[in-house]
């Protein structure tokens, strides 16, 4: 008997991963996450359990965001996918207001679970563009941080609404 | 000493937004498991399912004979060659040390200890072969927890004749630093007031978000490991000590580090097996542990039981203190694990004037994960083991526990004091961080709603907590730790080199994994060199550009690191001076150094730093005798350790119906002498205190009887979330009392949230409901707990087992008032 292989299962994807068309065989078991970090070298996008409970592995699917451990590579197929490394043009300079806030309130110190958090955090404010401090934190419960007591990351996510208001306004 | 004020301080105090964030925040980061490099081959450990059991046999070919293996390796293959996983700290001379193999051959000491690495192409056909290596064990029994530790009847090592490790004992009588604490108890039982208690100090997890990596590539001349670690330099250390390659044809380096709190300050079997097996393939490999094998296999911490006995006459003034730890080793005595209950030994007497303390630690081993530093290393155990006893003797005198501790604490005139425990304490003031606390946290206002709710009855009632503290830190002058037997020394090293054009590179020792090292060491460059803070380019964490230092823990990189920095910088100044005197024409001792430039006295000629760094690099005109260049290296030892204190105030609100309990405020007002950037200081003290409010209320990390850990996964370990926190009230004293070691009188910040927030939140969930006689909750303070200490007395007991088939005709608890 040859030994077990997935070869034969190998499956086409294609999909657009921050503004690129992108297209691989993976095994039907590859995550999205590893398909982010190992394919494309989206190395950004990071992961912090086994469990999906820490969300650093957030990235928007079609615009929601998702963990992506959680997802497999394969239904992510016809897709779009924004990582933080997709947010905003960062070889131009650019920073999006999310990212800036971040920055602005002090949001990370070793910044590992920062992705996930900037990639919720836009997320929640694409959903409730005004939060209170109470639906910041019940937003952003899925999200694990052991830095910052969330006291600053919490700061960020109202500074960026409040500035994202400003812009309306 | 008051160089500061001596200058203009731009940068020093500055709200300065991180140098390191664009890179983080935009995801172009360089963690250990984002690196790759041609024909990299990936690691997955086998780990023993067992607590204790002898490995009789692996069989390996299966995992061999899986798809892009290329090697399954045991303990057996390397032998010798593996090397060990050292302890530093051997505290007594007669500690028993088991020997710890970073994969051992025989025999495993806890479950998840690693017993075959298989080697593949890719990380999921390493662990598709993983799951095919067969090792078959003959099961040992094991000893889990303290109490049956310290029975002898299981033992840990067999070999070893006992799970007794060390016993360490300070004696105040014996030391000469006070009275003995023996004979103030006694006499306390006669005439005055005893309180004794023993307090549990759970085994909680440091949980880094960023699981531990480790790359290594043999390829080159130097071998090179790239690791999550916060101790770049002892590792490398470590690994020739053990491994035979000589130090110099090693490179270690620790790229971005997501995270430590002491669970990256290790040299740790996973380290030792990417060594070995890199070495003998001669190819690049890696590591990266999965969230369930870190929660397993990643050192934990804490985990002690306190005997505790306090002393004091009638007014409640202390009069003894006398401690007695167990602390629980695990399976091993990893790098610093039986020094870190010792590092907590003289911090028990805290900030107040005892007269008499005995301290004893004994340290056991057990079947389980190894412990060693977490955050605050054994300063939050004792804090928060005097801090509840002292809440329990204002009880007992029936004052306000701000009164008790008011009536022991050290006066701020009283500095420098030398406490019971032998410190030299050198400034602080207890005083004005109280009074600043109570104002900020509206205590009196708090009080008063408390005692109105007890009136009434309420259901839900309101607790305030309390916590002075102060803790050692800056570790530390070498010499001192050479007194206790560590390792190693204290001190920390920096380079500050100034390029051709003007720009300066600074190197430091420190190992910064979040703390902001590039921004706030930026600051202190900028300010004491005159240069501007976007031209300061820090540089660490990596052994060919760093070659010297001691990394990151114990609240040192400032205290330490950047008294280092400070005095390189200095003597880059009295460098350029000479070059400077030579250029201008003039004399050295009219020179003023400013804002960057050399300037004559009484005239309008000057030159600045970077022109005189372009100057040296030509080199087409400088004095006879000068060394051309104007880099400089310091390192520097401290003198003594600093003293950081505050005063935590927290208000809990406990349901006595549920045993729920909601944080309300919580308000601290830290005393850490000056402050280089508050916005960093205020994200250390945040992220401190959550930490020590977890521990309170929800972590723990447990082991069910045969050694298995239960609470292995982030489902199982409760890690706060966001909605599980509030915002916080950080202030600081107007008047910080300045530290008087170091030049910039900085105190350490990363521990001081960690040790002081743990006994402020269980001060005040038993606050809330001590009138209903619970004078102890165990922590962590689930609402079960709370609700069982509420009802413990009242007769109001346990659910009885036959109330359960609730739905039967006669069972108890079927209506309203039913089987009460």
Known sequence: MTPLTLEWLMTKIELTVDGAAVSDDVEPRMLLVQYLREKLGKTGTVIGCDTSNCGACTVHLNG???????????????STVTTIEGLADAAEGELHPVQEAFRECHGLQCGFCTPGMIMQAVDLLAENPSPTEEEVRLGMEGNLCRCTGYHNIVKSVLHAAGQTEGAKA | ??????????????????????????????????????????????????????????DVEAAKASPNVVGVFTGKDFGEELGACINAWPITPDQKTPAHSPMPADRVAFAGEIVAVVVARSVAEARDAAELVDVEYEELPAVIGIKNALKD????????????????VFDSGEAGTGTDAEAAIE?????????????????????????????????????????????????????AATTGVPESKIRVIAPD??????????????????????????????????????????????????????????????????????????????????GVPVLGAFMFNAIYKFPSYRFECQTVLTNTTFTDAYRGAGRPEATYAIERLMDELAAEVGVDPLEIRERNWITHEEFPFTTVAGLEYDTGNYEAATAKAKEAFGYDELRREQAERRERGDRVQLGIGVSTFTEMCGLAPSRVLGSLDYGAGGWEHASVRMTPLGK????????????????????????????????????????????????????????VGGEALVRAVDKVIDKAKVLAAHLLEANPDDLDYSGGRFTVRGTDQGTAIQELATATFAGHNYPDGMELSLDADATYDPVNFNYPHGTHLCAMEVDTETGAVKMRKYTCCDDIGVIINPLIVAGQVHGGLVQGIAQALWEEAVHDDSGTLVSGSFVDYLLPT???????????????????????????????????????????????????????????????????????????????????????????????????
């Open chain 1, 64 to 78: 929601t965001s998702v963990k992506s451990c959680n997802v497999l590579a394969v239904q992510a197929n016809g």
């Open chain 2, 722 to 820: 966001a909605a599980d926190t509030i915002s916080f009230d950080v202030v600081h004293t107007d008047d910080p009392s300045v530290c008087t070691t170091n030049t910039l009188g900085t105190k350490g910040v990363g521990e001081a949230g960690t040790i002081a927030s743990t006994p402020a939140v269980v001060n005040a969930v038993v606050d809330a409901v001590r009138h209903l006689g619970v004078n102890d909750i165990q922590m962590p303070c689930t609402p079960e707990r709370v609700w069982r200490a509420i009802h413990a007395n009242d007769g109001d007991a346990v659910t009885p087992a036959d109330a359960m088939p609730h739905f039967q005709e006669g069972a108890l608890n079927q209506d309203e008032g039913a089987g009460q």
């Open chain 2, 187 to 239: 006499e306390a039982r006669a005439n005055g007031i005893v309180i004794e208690r023993e307090y549990r100090q759970q085994r909680l997890i440091p949980a880094f978000m960023e699981p531990r990596s480790v790359v290594v590539d043999p390829t080159g001349e130097q071998i090179t490991m790239w690791s999550a670690t916060q101790i770049p330099h002892i590792l490398r250390f470590a690994l």
């Open chain 2, 504 to 559: 300066v590179e600074v190197v430091t020792g420190a190992s910064a994994h979040g703390q902001g090292h590039e921004t706030a060491f930026s600051q202190i460059v900028a300010d004491r060199l005159g240069v501007p803070f976007e031209d300061v380019e820090v540089l660490h964490g990596d052994t060919q550009v760093a070659p010297k230092g001691l990394d990151t823990y114990g609240s040192r990189s400032l205290v």
């Open chain 2, 257 to 338: 580090v997501g995270g430590g709190f002491g669970g990256k300050l290790q040299v740790t079997p996973e380290e030792w097996v990417a060594w070995a097996v890199a070495r003998r393939l001669a190819k690049p490999v890696k590591y990266t542990e999965t969230r369930s094998e870190s929660l397993m296999a990643a050192h934990h911490g804490r985990d002690q039981v306190q005997t505790l006995t306090l002393a004091a006459d009638k007014d409640g003034k202390v009069t003894g203190l006398k401690v007695h730890l167990d602390a629980d080793l695990g399976s091993y005595v990893a790098i610093v694990g039986g």
């Open chain 2, 153 to 168: 009847e299981v033992l840990a090592h067999p070999e070893l004749g006992t799970n007794k490790s060390a016993l360490w």
């Open chain 2, 1 to 58: 000493m008051t160089a500061t004020q001596d200058r203009p301080a731009a940068e020093i105090g500055k709200d300065r937004r991180r140098k390191e964030d664009q890179r983080l925040i935009t995801g172009r980061t360089r963690w250990t498991d984002n690196i790759t490099l041609p024909g990299m081959l990936h690691l997955a450990m086998v780990r023993s399912p067992f607590a204790h059991a002898s490995i009789t046999s692996i």
